[in-house]
């Protein structure tokens, strides 16, 4: 009997083993490509939420034949760039696929034309994105105005999108799989993706007339529905869109604050979240919690994370998937990431392969700036950091630029565009994420400014050089003093 329990309990540990570890494979064939390099990168994030690891692949081929095999845990959302077609894969058509663990897809594409509408898909997994290839296909050839986007005023831009969200609703609705897992968030994806530029654009002009067309379009017809669904969430919907009609359903209280309001008044903007989906518990709670993890790691354990902390334990369903983490992450904070705490004694390679410590930054108020090649974000702030790095040279302040890069070349042909020259240049040895001082400092956006006292130890996240330039150095100067 004893035999039989072991043989058994062995069974189920192997057959869990091999579900969290299941293969999932990509094979990407160009047709009819001219004899060059095609260059494909993608960074797969393991998880969802807030809290991820990712692991980037990139292959290089002359034969237009790419193979990827990958270890996957939870379905993702893949997002591939390519030399060949001059930018995102999948455009036209989405920005990205949804991949299952265990998903075998084929994708073809010919005369080297981009986009999902555009590719051969077969394999394990094809069904969703077939069916998003489908819709897609529909709303493209379906379109209410023939302007070009630009040329649109908002009104012929809620129109177009009222159809396209229509068509999605017409075609999911009579579809006998509507109801199952990867239909479900197929339909939230493209939702959430129609959605999202109408909404930004409507914070970014508002007035009464969008006012009206806001409620007229997409309060009273109930079309973010889709995303208020808890299997799709961790997906589709929070990232932008639900936290734009937020934004948009109380801009009388946002007024002239509206440019990035849930960022720069997390409290505040926690207590929308509460007022608009408190009767929905996982979406009030996701929202909350992606709101917690962010402001966290955008502020360190400042007055606005203590805050943040007591209203989320104060307003969420403590059996939430997401409590423990955000628990977690405020712990790392107070045993952590507190003011006056010694920073992580980093050891890395500068572009000559030398190596440089915290250590050996004594005496320095340090600046250091996580970045990689190809971030927007870090590209538009070194323009900023230009502009302000002439009234903060002092023999006592060094800039230390850290890139999480995955491959040398490509770090340095980004150095002096998305991170500043003047820095010491310093990389993370290719392990990206998974390395010790990424994982202790929290970052998890880029690029994140921290700065260090003289004695390397925290002071803490500073002032957006962009959006306080003068904050941003007197929050430097202070560290002289």
């Not at 869990?16 to 494909?40: G, H, P, Y």
């Not at 095999?69 to 995102?88: A, H, Q, R, W």
């Not at 669904?229 to 007024?255: C, E, K, R, W």
């Not at 423990?324 to 045993?335: A, G, R």
Request: glycine content about 6%.
């Amino acid at each position: 009997m004893k035999k039989i329990l072991f043989s058994t309990m062995l069974y189920l540990l192997m057959v869990q083993f091999s579900i969290a570890q299941k293969r999932t494979v990509l094979n990407i064939k160009f047709e009819n490509f001219k004899d060059s390099v095609i260059r494909l990168s993608f960074p797969i994030f393991d998880g969802k939420f807030a809290l991820y690891s990712a692991q980037e692949y990139v292959l290089e081929r002359k034969d237009g034949n790419f193979h990827f095999d990958f270890p996957l845990k939870e379905t993702t959302t893949v997002c591939i760039y390519s030399n060949m077609v001059g930018g995102l894969l999948f455009v036209p058509g989405t920005f990205n696929i949804i991949v299952n663990p265990g998903d075998s897809l084929n994708l073809t594409l010919r005369d080297n034309k981009s986009g999902l509408n555009n590719m051969e898909i077969t394999g394990k997994g094809a069904e969703k994105l077939l069916m998003t290839k489908e819709v897609t296909k529909i709303m493209f050839s379906s379109k209410f105005s023939k302007k070009p986007y630009h040329k649109q005023n908002i009104t012929e831009r809620y129109l177009e999108v009222d159809r396209s969200l229509d068509i999605i609703d017409s075609i999911f609705n009579r579809h006998p799989k509507k109801n199952t897992r990867d239909f479900r968030l197929a339909k939230a994806q493209l939702v959430n993706q129609t959605l999202d530029a109408i909404m930004s654009q409507s914070i970014q002009q508002y007035n009464d007339s969008v006012a009206t067309l806001f409620n007229q379009f997409i309060k009273q017809k109930k079309r973010i529905t889709p995303l208020l669904d808890s299997l799709t969430l961790d997906y589709f919907g929070g990232l932008h869109v639900l936290p734009a009609y937020i934004s948009l359903s109380n801009m009388h209280q946002l007024g002239p604050r509206y440019d990035l309001f849930r960022y720069n008044y997390p409290l505040e903007y926690a207590s929308l979240v509460k007022k608009e989906f408190g009767n929905i518990s996982y979406v009030n709670d996701y929202l909350l919690s992606d709101n917690a993890i962010s402001t966290f790691r955008e502020n360190w354990y400042g007055q606005k994370s203590k805050d943040i902390y007591k209203f989320y334990v104060a307003n969420v369903n403590k059996n939430n998937p997401h409590f423990q983490n955000v628990l977690n992450e405020y712990k790392t904070l107070e045993d952590v990431l507190q003011h006056g705490k010694p920073f992580y004694n980093f050891n890395l390679p500068d572009t000559n392969g030398v190596y440089h410590s915290l250590k050996e930054l004594k005496g320095k108020v340090v600046i250091l700036d996580f970045w990689f090649t190809g971030c927007g974000a870090c590209k538009t702030m070194v323009s900023e950091l230009k502009k302000i790095e002439p009234s903060l040279k002092h023999e006592k302040i060094q800039f230390v630029s850290i890139s999480v890069d995955q491959k040398i070349p490509v770090w340095k042909r980004g150095i002096g565009i998305f991170s500043i020259k003047s820095a010491l240049q310093l990389y993370t040895e290719g392990r990206r994420y998974d390395h010790p001082i990424i994982k202790f400092a929290k970052v998890g956006a880029y690029p994140t400014l921290i700065v260090l006292d003289k004695q390397g130890r925290i002071v803490g996240i500073p002032p957006h050089p962009g959006k306080d330039p003068d904050g941003f150095k007197e929050y430097i100067k202070k560290c002289l003093k």
